[in-house]
T-cell receptor, first 112, second 114 residues
């Protein structure tokens, strides 16, 4: 199963871009990279996902390297409400289908 | 659509008691998952199901059981509660059948075993 590695914590100034890295060096050719975040103990919230090309939506941008071994989630203008744990996930295949396996995530703290 | 609904939101159990955490989704998703999250830790997969009648173990299945008699429901059963099962439990569903599908989480069940 492809695993992901993320820094434990990061800080960002309010209004600046937050760049969250993720390594997934064992990713397979047909596996997608997903990003979720979790604020306090609420249910995780979907942010964005991608396969090869860079993706952008109203929440964030996802930059995937050409060899697909790493990616970066970009929050272009971080706010205090973006303080959360961010999970980078690679979709894996189990014996009976697909499952999502989470790592420890990155605690992003946005400072005023 | 209500999405993914988990009940109860909070529960305190005594050691050795049993309970069922309910999870229901109204999106006709085939894939459903149960995760637990211990304080300050990431999410760990307990069990998952790729459709009615099919379940599989995840990373931390010991002490739990699941069933999937319908597409909508995926209850998680704790038979003999232990303090190590104190955690927040999340249910997740997605359409499956391909890799490009968004997953939907429930709001979680906070369980304390004393």
């Amino acid at each position: 199963d492809a695993k992901t590695t993320q820094p434990t914590s990061m800080d960002c100034a309010e209004g600046r871009a937050a760049n969250l890295p993720c390594n997934h060096s064992t990713i397979s050719g047909n596996e997608y990279v997903y990003w979720y975040r979790q604020i306090h103990s609420q249910g995780p919230q979907y942010i964005i996902h991608g396969l090869k090309n860079n993706e952008t939506n109203e929440m964030a941008s996802l930059i995937i390297t050409e060899d697909r071994k790493s990616s970066t989630l970009i929050l272009p203008h971080a706010t205090l409400r973006d303080t959360a744990v961010y999970y980078c996930i690679v979709r894996v295949d189990g014996t009976s289908g697909s499952r999502l396996t989470f790592g420890e995530g990155t605690q992003l703290t946005v400072n005023p | 659509n209500a999405g993914v609904t988990q009940t109860p939101k909070f529960r305190i159990l005594k050691i050795g008691q049993s309970m069922t955490l309910q999870c229901t989704q109204d999106m006709n998703h085939n894939y459903m998952y149960w995760y637990r999250q211990d304080p300050g830790m990431g999410l760990k997969l307990i069990y998952y199901s790729v459709g009615a009648g099919i379940t599989d173990k995840g990373e931390v299945p010991n002490g739990y059981n699941v069933s999937r008699s319908t597409t909508e429901d995926f209850p998680l059963r704790l038979e003999l509660a232990a303090p190590s099962q104190t955690s927040v439990y999340f249910c997740l569903s997605n359409r499956g059948g391909g890799l490009n599908t968004e997953a939907f989480f429930g709001q979680g069940t906070s369980l304390t075993v004393v």
